[in-house]
């Protein structure tokens, strides 16, 4: 999901001017998914034949459990990035989802722009969902992605202080606002083959909650998640992030 900050200034780079420039460049830096200008991120390695499916904002008790059951019937694990006060609201449904063998990370505690975050709150975000998700499933997160996927240098180099291996992704949508699976669906579909052309996996987006509370409704979501399971049974492997470690 991209922030507000981000979905605004990314207009500035044609209203001219230094600071018009300054303002747009550091949106770039700070927000853009494929970015390296503040510091490495994983996003996806040049494995065209490999798609990673990765949940963003859970866990959900409406959908995250449906979710699950549609995953296990297509024998494919995916990485979810949890917020840890919803794990902490959720914890049977967080260990649940590591029981099923899926790959769990810290998606700070309560989802905030870390761009724009002062230090102190940055590095509590962060360990503070890193200690309740090692409780939860007995072992510690290894991976990490920025909220709306921004970040700024001192947030990159902390994670990795902290153990953690951030991620942004290069296919995702508006799957958070968009009613339609069809066209959720489609969208990632274009970007997949888009990487594929390219030669480079894809690092897959979607959300099974919502940063703004417990219960959203992410039906379309996770009809589009199946969708894709369906489409590319045959032709590609789902993988989890640790396959692409550093």
Not at 114 to 124: G, M
Request: proline content about 7%.
């Amino acid at each position: 999901m991209l922030s507000p900050l981000a979905a605004s200034v990314y207009g500035v780079l044609g209203a001219g001017g230094a600071i018009g420039v300054a303002v747009a460049g550091f949106a770039y830096a700070s927000h853009w998914p494929t970015s390296q200008i503040f510091g490495r991120t994983l996003t996806a390695p040049r494995r065209p034949g490999e798609l990673a499916l990765t949940f963003d904002d859970g866990p959900n008790p409406a959908w995250t459990p449906r979710l699950l059951d549609i995953l296990a019937g297509h024998n494919v694990r995916a990485t979810f990035f949890m917020v840890g006060k919803f794990a902490k609201a959720e914890p049977e449904l967080a260990r649940r989802v590591a029981e099923a063998g899926h790959l769990i990370g810290n998606h700070t505690w309560s989802h905030p722009d870390l761009s724009r975050a002062r230090s102190a709150n940055v590095l509590d975000e962060l360990t503070r969902t890193n200690d309740l998700l090692a409780q939860i499933t007995g072992k510690p997160a290894r991976y990490f992605r920025p909220p709306f996927g921004a970040r700024r240098p001192y947030v990159l180099k902390l994670a990795r202080q902290l153990g953690l291996i951030p991620v942004t992704w290069n296919a995702m949508t508006n799957d958070w606002k968009e009613p339609s699976a069809d066209k959720i669906a489609q969208n990632l579909i274009r970007k997949i083959d888009s990487n594929q052309s390219g030669g480079y996996a894809s690092n897959i987006v979607l959300h099974d909650g919502s940063h703004h509370g417990l219960g959203a409704d992410r039906g379309p979501s996770v009809t589009a998640a199946e969708q894709l399971l369906v489409r590319y049974d045959r032709s590609h492997t789902f993988v989890t992030l640790d396959a692409w470690a550093e």
